[in-house]
């Protein structure tokens, strides 16, 4: 019949999670699989629990780890963020997969396939440059401690602005900055010009000059920085509980609905609201350490507590003497 038992590996990658795997009619387990059909039996009723199954697992079955890995024919998957047709590189060990030391003739053929698989990956100067770019994305990604899907949307400006022409005549350095800036407002992951301008070899002035370029360029809709993104960032830096951080939010909210945060630095704002936050849970933070942790000076947080406090009529605890 070519019939055989499943296993519950089988059985819970043919089912979605949310589905019963067993009979519905008798509630036994025991299921059988027909892979010619399709279909899946009830061992002791014969009812036909699902038919028309596709198996999306591989052809080969394993049954430990070590076997499974010989038998494994795949690589690392294709994304928009690793777009290269050859995932893989050659070693530049001088041994083969026994340990045993290569030949003469051998290294010298292990050199040339290496040489031309370098040149069959970056073949015009389009992809010369996207390789570059993608070095120092990476760098400035793992510094700044950026998710994925930063990196991939960055990536996705950069190669838009190279298409149309934008990166010539300018440094790479400071377009990939201008990219991940626009990427992180569009994302609203809260990183300022200056932060990411400090991890680069290009100046704040080229970094916000070519972020100008690509908004003009490319049609960027960048929506405006909120200092709310800004507050749970601040309060991790300075370990304030979860509490002080929603008080510190509401304060924002309310700064929002009467305009006041209108034209504001919001890396400024949500420092002064967490001080503010954190004086009233008497969690008490200095000026400075707040002015610190957001990357603002203590005049910015100054200035904007003493607005805060005053427009919104904010009761501060006494300081006891």
């Known amino acids: ?19 019963v795997r067993e009979c519905p009619q008798c509630g036994s387990d025991k299921l059988i699989y027909d892979p010619v059909r399709g279909e899946i039996i009830c061992a002791v009723c014969g009812y036909v629990v699902s038919e028309r199954e596709i198996d999306k ?32 590189d050659i070693d530049w060990r001088s041994k083969d997969a026994a340990g045993r030391e290569l030949g003469l003739r051998k ?25 570059q770019a993608q070095q120092e994305l990476d760098r400035l990604g793992a510094q700044l401690g950026l998710p994925k899907r930063v990196l991939d949307r960055a990536r996705e400006i950069y190669r838009r602005a190279l298409e149309i022409g934008l990166v010539r005549g300018r440094s790479i350095e400071s377009v990939i900055a201008a990219a991940i800036y626009a990427a992180c407002r569009e994302m609203k992951v809260p990183r300022t010009l200056d932060e990411i301008a400090r991890f680069t070899r290009a ?4 970094v916000a000059r ?16 909120s200092p709310i993104d800004f507050a749970p960032r601040i309060g991790n830096v300075l370990k ?3 509490a002080t951080v929603r008080d ?3 304060i924002l909210k309310r700064a929002q609905q009467l305009g006041i945060t209108a034209g504001k630095d919001p890396a400024g704002l949500a420092a002064a609201a967490i001080y503010i936050a954190a004086l009233k849970r008497g969690e008490v933070r200095t000026q400075k350490e707040v002015a610190r942790a957001a990357q ?15 427009k919104l009529k904010i009761d501060l605890p006494v300081k006891k003497s």
């Open 210 to 225: 070519c972020y100008r370029l690509l908004l003009r360029e490319t049609s960027l809709k960048v929506p405006l920085p």
């Open 248 to 250: 510190a939010i509401d």
């Open 107 to 131: 290294k010298v053929e292990m050199f040339r396939l290496r040489r031309w698989h370098m040149r069959a990956r970056v073949q015009s100067s389009l992809e010369r440059n996207l390789s």
């Open 296 to 310: 603002v000076t203590e005049v910015t947080v100054r200035n904007r507590y003493k607005e805060l406090v005053k």
């Open 57 to 88: 697992g591989p052809e080969w079955r394993a049954f430990d780890s070590e076997e499974r890995e010989k038998r494994s024919r795949v690589g690392a998957p294709i994304t928009r963020y690793t777009p290269d047709a050859l995932a893989t």
């Open 1 to 19: 019949m070519g019939e055989e038992v499943v296993d519950r590996e089988i059985v819970e990658r043919l089912y979605p999670i949310e589905e």
């Open 203 to 206: 100046g704040r002035k080229d």
């Open 240 to 242: 304030l509980s979860a």
